[in-house]
């Protein structure tokens, strides 16, 4: 969703502005805009649509805007008032001094605008965030002191915010503060960084601070002053922040989906390593401080997470249910929000989360917490909101994910499952999972496979990239699995594309089958293998186009499906894992055959910071 970067320093801001910004395209956005100080004078400059629309404009006062050394910039995920360059941050006030950039949403904007307005103030946008900006000006009027004017505005404001200000009267300063979104403060020589997330200053400095909830930072660049919202100054908390810019890079595959889809071998690796070392040593989770005697006492698991991370989360409950016999729910967060949960102390609430910063599962963790239960996050971003919700963490280490469609970051979390469901197994006795270890062990192998073969999945993904709409069968553990294909599909081709469980085909999709309608049937061999075969046999007996995703190698598949793909073979409690990467390269093809934005899909934001 929306990103902030910020310099002070004696560098040529702008540009350090514009490639923040760029690196952190990926997250989504429809508009831009940057503020510098030049002269002593605050200048703003917005554009709507893509980031190059803004270098378009600035390109005309290069020269004149490349003098600043000081300046905050901003991409806009539309939430209040449309995608266009009036509503663009950063905002500002009558007089043009004070210019804001905001991530979040402020609940009580609609009070504080009709407040301010009968003050005088004149708004320009539709927005919620010109309201700050309004509103610190009149704070500074009064205060004369720009962290003074900031602190009082944040105690007006109710919502979701991280913050970055300048004020014309108040030279070489910059003042940022946050709630509930995150932000942090890159420390370099002389000069310091402001960033909503990471990629836009790793290029820069790996030395930074995390800014807490209601904590004031007011930087020049030779000073940095930390405050509370009660003033009490507060001592920084330097991190090495453990990314490398490399990661940023595409390596030379055509889009970032493509390289992360190919990383998948090597994060499987990362995921086990150090946990599972042999089929026949127990899972160590060092990660989880969830002790022993704790998950001996758990009578019941609740997991909550969105999207991808909920498909993940379904074969999570398949797989600790069918080793621990321990009863698991699974709710998207966004519903379990806003009902009356059945959560307590002998709950464990696992949140599930890529980014960390999911504003539904935040709120559903929280809600879980204050209820006593214990909270496990499994998330990629050990340094997200979340996470520091967390009394236990398993950090999935897939590396930073660019590309907005998630692959190898639900992979990570997939296998996490399987190690904390083997660890639980065994911490409640039962030992034989060894086989299991061993198909985990030699997962990568397989995946590496799945790769060499891409062209096949490449020729099928040609076939079929006109189809209208495509419907995804399974069955059991892969039910999922059928889920996470459509929802790749949907989401980078716009083709409608829906994930049944098989057997309720019969029970009302079955009058969508024609012959234009492709049915793709994940068939692992196992339990289910036999019925999810008769009910493409129903689908093809009305004329749908039938696609096979299968480590079967009966020949007789050939009379009854078009296309096949082929996987090696696996457990069926493992096959999930597998079966997702032709699905994933499918979905890839087709968006890329159809000459979609791949990384950037129209409307979706890489997290998503409100509920
Ligand atoms: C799909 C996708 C989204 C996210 C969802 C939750 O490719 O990326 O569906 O999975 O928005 O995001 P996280 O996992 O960051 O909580």
Known sequence: MCGIVGYIGSKSALNILLEGLTNLEYRGYDSAGVAVSVNGQ???????????????????????????????????????????TVNAHPHSCNCGKVAVVHNGIIENYKELRERLEKNGCTFRSQTDTETVAHLVASKFAQTKDLTEAVRLATKEIEGAYALCVIHQDVKDTIVATRRNAPLLVGIGE??????????????????????????????????????????????????HLPWEPVALSKMGYKHFMLKEIHEQPDVVRNVLSGKLRAMDENITLNEVTLNKDKLKELNRIQIVACGTSLHAAMIGKYIIEDFCGIPVDVEPASEFIYRRTITDEKTLVIGVSQSGETADTITAVRQAKALGSHILIVTNRPDSTMAREADS????????????????????????FYLLAIYMAEVKGKNNLEKLKHELIILPQKIEEILAHKEEIQACAKKFANSKDFIFIARGINFPTALEGALKLKEISYINATGYTAGELKHGPIAMLDESMPVLSILMLGKVYEKILSNSEEAKARNARMIALTNSTDKKLEDLFESIIRVPEVDEMLSPALAIVPLQLLAYYIAEFLGKDVDQPRNLAKSVTVE
Do not use: F
């Open 42 to 84: 605050v200048e703003l400059y917005k554009a709507e649509g893509k980031l190059q629309n803004l270098k378009d404009v600035v390109a005309l006062k290069k020269e004149h805007v490349e003098k600043s050394t000081i300046g905050i910039g901003h991409i806009r995920w539309a939430t209040h008032g449309a995608p266009t």
């Open 190 to 239: 002389n000069e310091y960084y402001l960033a909503s997330d990471v990629p836009a200053i790793i290029q820069h400095t790996k030395k930074a601070m995390y800014i807490d909830d209601n904590q004031i930072v007011t930087l020049t660049p030779n000073s940095m002053k930390y405050i509370d919202a009660n003033k009490n100054i507060l001592e920084p908390k330097i991190e």
């Open 393 to 416: 963490l398993i950090p999935v280490n897939a590396g930073i994910e660019v590309s907005v469609a998630a692959t190898k970051s639900y992979m990570a979390q997939v296998l996490s």
